[in-house]
């Protein structure tokens, strides 16, 4: 998460999972079912190293089990990471990368890509969105995994992290439309990568989730991943337990044992693509 002082997700989550249970129901009275869609091709645009794997770590997982092919983005290399003042601020980005790396790879992303973004000083600017629409480009994922620009404040407490916000805005802003506008940022278009076209959006730490992903089979690989983050994790012991308390309350609305929840935005509906056709959201 790379802001010290501010709530685990396990305790801020508290309020969301609450909300879930009354929030983006398939019909009043009903209760939902889990997210039954996967995209063929899907990329997690993420602020710091760790956020993907406090984020959406497990549906990745599930997805990329499943026959999916996934690509994780980090903006920043999280160089203010850290409680220390006199910390090099190199050594620690290429610490953290490396922690993200090993965390990929029990994911099982294809690839990594750091954009070596300024941490703390994250903003949607147009350089930021031209490094994620030559991305989305490059990789051509069906749908984008990224932070809920929309939350300032977590429902259930604490204050988003200004990077997260900005990565959200800033992937939003590249999925559409500039990703699928052959003149924007022209040269990318000139250079071979040519305009594509992201169908949805699943934002992630939503305070009002639409849709919620069985992890129950990848629960635990989201948390080996996140403990290869040992710069960010003075007690793993207490985080193991807050994350598979998090991913319980998360499951509680649609009835599984660990979920993770979004707030899905179908920007292009078509259920013809991906390997189990749009039937819930
Ligand atoms: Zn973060």
């Known amino acids: ?48 190293p760790d956020d993907a794997e406090f984020g959406p770590a497990a549906t990745a997982a599930a997805w990329i089990d499943a026959g999916s092919v996934g690509r994780l983005v980090c903006c920043t290399s999280g160089d203010h990471g850290s409680e220390d003042p006199a910390a090099d601020p190199l050594a620690l980005a290429a610490t953290r990368e490396e922690e993200q790396r090993r965390a990929a790879a029990i994911v099982g992303y294809d690839e990594v890509v750091f954009l070596h973004q300024p941490d703390g000083a994250l903003a949607n600017e147009l350089p930021l969105r031209e490094h994620l629409v030559r991305e989305i480009r490059r990789f051509r994922p069906d749908a984008v995994l990224t932070h809920d620009p929309e939350v300032l404040f977590f429902a259930g407490a604490g204050v988003n992290h200004a990077d997260h916000r900005a990565a959200g805005m800033a992937a939003v802003d590249a999925v559409f439309p500039a990703a699928r506008n052959p003149m924007a940022f022209a040269g990318l278009a000139r250079a071979g990568l040519a305009a594509h076209v992201v169908r949805r959006l699943y934002l992630f730490w939503p305070n009002a989730p639409t849709a919620w992903v069985d992890v129950a089979a990848t629960a635990d690989r989201k948390v080996d991943a996140l ?25 509680e609305p649609v009835g599984v044992a660990a979920a993770e929840a979004f707030r899905v935005i179908v920007i292009d509906d078509d259920p013809d693509e991906g390997p189990h056709p749009a039937t819930a959201d």
Not at 2 to 11: I, L, M, R, S
Not at 242 to 251: D, H, K, S, V
């Open 1 to 48: 998460m790379d802001e010290p002082g501010v709530p685990e997700p396990a305790a801020r989550v508290r309020g969301r999972a609450r909300r879930a249970l009354t929030l983006g129901q398939p019909r009043p009275g009903e209760r939902p079912t889990p997210h039954p869609w996967r995209p063929a091709r899907f990329m997690v645009i993420a602020a710091h």
């Open 227 to 251: 403990l290869c983050h040992t710069s960010q994790i003075p007690d793993p012991d207490g985080l193991v337990e807050r994350i598979r308390a998090w991913l319980a309350e998360e499951g």
